[in-house]
């Protein structure tokens, strides 16, 4: 068990997958020379080379254009489009092109392609480097969705991401790059779709992702010197979403509150509340209650951001409503 | 500023030949699909290409799939595809939605796809092939196959920002892309003038310090000449090259439309350098070919035509259970 | 009274704005000389000139930013993307420009910008031309919606949405252009916000936008025979969204139902399903249940596509599931 | 091809003084701002344009708001807002998040904004701002207001489709759109040549058949000379222009940048062709300044900033209950 931060996870697992199989190759603006905006990718280039790892000119249409066409040609490309929400100038080309290119071609097409990109506020980025991103990929059926919340799980996650053959979007919170965390030695594969239960409880589950785990977990310890019990699941990959060990968790508890750094429309949390309140109503002894970004932007200010982005008080008030009789 | 080739490239008789024979089906093809449209046989929308076909067939003779070339075409894709090798009956099924279609009646006139062929895609979204051809490209240059990509597009998408940042990657990382334009005057209904500010989509090449390259669109051995030339600079290593084919399609832009817009005599001036004619004359000129074989060529043509159309219509659809197939790998 | 096509309430909306207000300006590919892909726009070139109706490149990068900025500057400015799935090459305009630039600048700004687009599937147009994407634009705060199911709201909301001084994407479905439906003489105005109830009923209530609300009919007449009572709920705008009626109609019936022509995540029924299990939970009698297209793309070939796209017969299997005791 | 501009152009005294004035106002905030985010007083990121002051001053100095002309600028952007006249104290107070700030504390240093200077919006989307101006442009044309709309953008932006399409748009509706580029030689840590390949971004403005101008960035007067040229051909209906300032920034990219990859001795080379050097040393030759009066105008700035820091430090921040205001109109 060695310890590693969050962001030497990324670079443990490219230079892994890299060494492995020389089909992988890596390109973004300024992931080589300089190794990464978020210094996530440093060493790379020296090791790898300027054939397989690439700066791109500042073209996020022609960077995921050229990852598609290099997955569906043989390669395993792996792109960095550095802030999330740059996906928005090239949207088209994930989802439309990479998500539907396979079912469009009846299945002759095979985009083996990882899509990485950096999401999440709370460093005073405002409104167009702070989003959390994962709903407008959510909604392209034939995109896998990631979004570790831990050095482990980046590794392992991003390894899995790596070797699938589907196109995968890699989410990572910029705000987690500095955390600290344990990785197993030797290989470490996580696969997709399958939850971690962080916590065990039996009074609450709540389910959050990234950031939010962390946040989840302090409301559930505070939560347990008030002697209430919170389960806290991390999916760990949205898509696809481990829905069993939810459900198994609220058919225990009878509670469910889902914490999102994300506006409350089109949120992963509207997709894991319906399914249980089709599936598993007559186990609710409670409302369902999403703790979200409501219908906010993100502001630069800094009481305003920490006013729109969840935190424990938040979810500690929300379990409270829950166990009210 | 963008240079115009006048080839006086001659090739073999049966080279000849075979461009012609796939230009007189896909003629035949396009008018059937459109009677098959008029009487609802075929759904949702077509873009016919007839007028085009010398691009199509051009193209096709420098592409070799064994190699790794491949191909990113658009919607006005039927040409391309055939004279790639798509398989007629594929081809067929798959306007019908059926079963036996390339993409299993998934995708439809807009999107055929053989990667037997090369063909990796072909997309209805203006501009997106561009982007994705590169990435092709991008495979043969790190695996050093010698294989290229060629990317066809239109004229109007000379405008899409997906355009501007293909092209300049390509020539940034001297990728073995082909840009090749089939300039038809118009996108969708408005006249490439209108929305355009340069006299020609190769002018735009010195913007990017790659080749531009104007070509007869009607002279299927000019159009194999100047592709030609740009993929052998290409697997040279020498990078992207700009081609502008003039030609001009003979039918609307679609399915829907009277091409209304149109100056009187301008389709009739284009069709007096219909491509079937042009490469036909010159054979017989040549001694290469009769009038008699010629009209039997195109008897024949409507004849499979007619036959490949009458099989796909008694194909079955595909199984419903069928529908959330191949979403994943 | 008079009954005109949803095609035809578009061009009188922006006929009877255009000539209302010389700032409205209108333009997009193709809308001008040839009146639109769609045949949607008629006569406005000829009636409002070469300045107020332009045509434009294939550009929708440029076009969305240019309606934009003459926005901020003044003008009322309406474009046309044509088929919704264009937003995707756009979108960075859409919800990282036009939705947030009043926000970033604390409120200097105003973007009164209208965004017409046609989407919606059933017309075998395959998966790049037929998807339905409100939850694009749901997801971006700032940005008002509406998603119209007839020729009345088309004309009311669209003329709403052009004197809206918020950036308002406004959606047509475009297999309901030839629809024909009763149309109220002289200025006709629909409110954003404020839902319509369809159909009264007792024992459930369904919720659904534009092409479904027809399904949601035909189920309801089916299910009257057999003595079950639906009530249909049209929200027509989904931003801002009616929770008002549709929480009152579920205390009234215990049973909700969301149709909507979209893939599952990310869609409005789960913003609705969540606020209703979030504030109506003790009156929930049976599952909250969402009939959508799951997680499929549009496929070409006829009997796919209509097995993908939500049927009235869904919707009565779902209601018989929600009665099932 | 694009031209080079070298102008003769000599502006009056007091012209000239105001340009000096502001660029030493600049350059003395840059500097407090770096010390501000190093002390955490001020949080997220900067991107400082120390060394590009004469691009603002000389862009500011053909802007008139009165008229309803407009500039679309970056997140590099404290130059050009302070030039077209964003009060010290807002600007200061934004960067902080103050309530006091131009936009209320909402946007922070990449979204400063000021709608009664002129100033419509600042984007740190790269790219985003070029269509937008055109907006602004189009409602000139349309109300004949006789306005223009400035969009500046670096060097590596030329690579993004949005740049490609408002340029295209701006040519062939002949807006009075005018496209300042400010070539620093980098876009993030990338030299300009490894993403682009013609020598200069103006060379490109023939594929939009619209002048491109190169101008020397580190000389006020020669931009103001570029812009002016460019805002009266814009103003008369001749459509957009190209320019591009070739100028340098003093610091990295953003705050968390040393700028490693600067070849050795290339700052130096640029320092010695200082904005405010070029400038002053030409007033003090020309008679209009002095030596001891230059040192004042940079001790007052200094001065000026320092207590303008004081006065933002001490602002409130917004009430919490502010945050979801200014969403809707
Ligand atoms: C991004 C995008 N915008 C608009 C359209 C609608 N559209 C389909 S074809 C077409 C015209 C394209 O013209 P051109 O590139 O000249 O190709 P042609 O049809 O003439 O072969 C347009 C605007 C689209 N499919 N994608
Ligand atoms: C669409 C998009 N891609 C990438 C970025 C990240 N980014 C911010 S500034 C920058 C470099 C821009 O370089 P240039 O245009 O030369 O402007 P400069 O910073 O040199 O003034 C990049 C890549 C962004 N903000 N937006
Ligand atoms: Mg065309
Ligand atoms: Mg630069």
Redesign the interface.
């Known amino acids: 068990m060695a310890t590693i931060t969050y962001r030497e996870a990324v670079v443990r697992a490219l230079d892994e997958e890299l060494a492995r199989d020389e089909n992988v ?1 890596f390109f973004g ?2 992931v080589g ?2 190794g990464g ?1 978020f210094k996530v990718t440093p060493g790379l280039y020296e090791k790898y080379g300027a ?2 790892v ?22 395993r ?1 792996v792109i960095e489009l550095m802030f999330a ?2 996906a ?2 090239t ?3 994930i ?3 990479a ?12 985009v ?1 392609l990882t899509i990485r990109a950096a999401q999440g506020g709370g ?7 702070s989003q959390c991103c994962e ?2 990929f ?5 995109l896998k969705v990631a979004v570790p919340s831990n050095p482990a799980d980046v590794l392992g996650l991003l390894k899995s991401a790596i070797r ?3 196109p995968v979007i890699f989410l990572e919170h910029k705000n987690q790059y500095a955390e600290k965390g344990e990785v197993p030695d030797g290989e470490h594969l996580v696969p997709f779709g399958v939850a971690k239960i962080v916590r065990e409880g039996s009074d609450v589950t709540i389910v959050a992702t990234q950031r939010m785990v962390a946040v989840a977990n302090k409301a559930a310890q505070e939560l347990a010197t008030q002697g209430i019990s919170c389960e806290v699941i991390d999916p760990r990959t949205l ?1 696809p979403l481990d829905m069993d060990t939810i459900l198994a968790s609220v058919k225990k508890t009878g509670r469910l509150i889902t914490v999102e750094e ?10 894991v ?2 399914q249980v ?3 598993a ?1 007559w186990y ?1 002894e ?5 703790v979200t970004m ?4 993100v ?6 951001e920490e ?2 982005i969840p935190d424990s008080k938040r979810v500690v008030e929300a379990v409270h409503r829950a166990l009210k009789p | 500023m963008s240079m115009t080739v006048t080839t006086t490239l001659k090739l073999d008789a049966a080279t000849r030949l075979h461009m012609l024979h796939q230009m007189i089906e896909v003629r035949s093809v396009e008018a059937r699909i459109q009677e098959l449209f008029l009487e609802n046989v075929i759904r949702g929308t077509t873009h016919l290409c007839d007028g085009q076909e010398a691009v199509s067939v051009g193209m096709a003779a420098v592409i070799d799939a064994k190699r790794g070339d491949t191909v990113t075409c658009t919607y006005r894709g039927h040409g391309h595809a055939l004279a790639l090798g798509l398989p007629l009956k594929s081809m067929m099924a798959e306007m019908m939605g059926k079963a036996a279609g390339c993409c299993k009646g998934k995708g439809g006139s807009m999107h055929l796809t053989d990667m037997s062929k090369g063909l990796i895609g072909t997309f209805a979204i203006v501009g997106a092939g561009l982007p994705i051809t590169n990435g092709a490209a991008l495979t043969a240059q790190i695996k050093k196959t010698g294989a290229i990509s060629i990317s066809i597009f239109g004229d109007g998408t000379a405008n899409i920002g997906a355009w501007h940042e293909a092209i300049n990657l390509a020539a940034v990382w001297k990728l073995p892309s082909v840009f090749l334009c089939e300039n038809n005057l118009y996108g969708e209904y408005s006249a490439y003038g209108d929305t355009a500010p340069v006299p020609n989509v190769a002018d735009r090449a010195a913007a990017y310090n790659i080749p531009g390259v104007i070509v007869d669109g009607q002279d299927a051995e000019a159009v194999y000449a100047v592709v030609k030339e740009a993929a052998d600079r290409a697997r040279s290593g020498a990078g992207p090259t700009l081609i502008e084919a003039k030609t001009y399609r003979f039918r609307g832009h679609s399915r829907t439309d009277p091409a209304a817009y149109r100056p009187a005599g301008e389709l009739a001036a284009w069709q007096a350098r219909d491509p079937i004619t042009v490469l036909s004359a010159r054979m017989i000129a040549d001694g290469q070919l009769t009038e008699s074989e010629l009209t039997k060529m195109k008897n024949d043509a409507d004849q499979l035509v007619e036959e490949t159309t009458r099989w796909a219509l008694e194909q079955p659809y595909p199984s419903v259970d069928s529908v959330n197939d191949d979403i994943w790998v």
């Open positions: 190759i603006e300024d020379k300089a905006v054939d397989r690439r700066d791109t000119p500042i073209s996020e249409v022609a960077i995921v254009g050229a990852g598609i066409g290099a997955a569906v040609t043989g390669l490309p929400d740059f928005a100038v949207l088209d080309q989802v439309n092109q998500a539907k290119l396979r079912y469009m071609s009846g299945g002759q097409i095979k083996p460093a005073g980025f405002a409104s167009q480097h709903a407008w959510m909604q392209a059926p034939g699938d053959d589907n898509v994300a506006v409350h429309a089109g949120g992963w949390g509207g997709e509340a319906t309140t089709d599936a109503i609710l409670a409302p369902v209650i999403r409501g219908s906010s932007n502001p630069f200010s800094q009481p305003l006013a729109v």
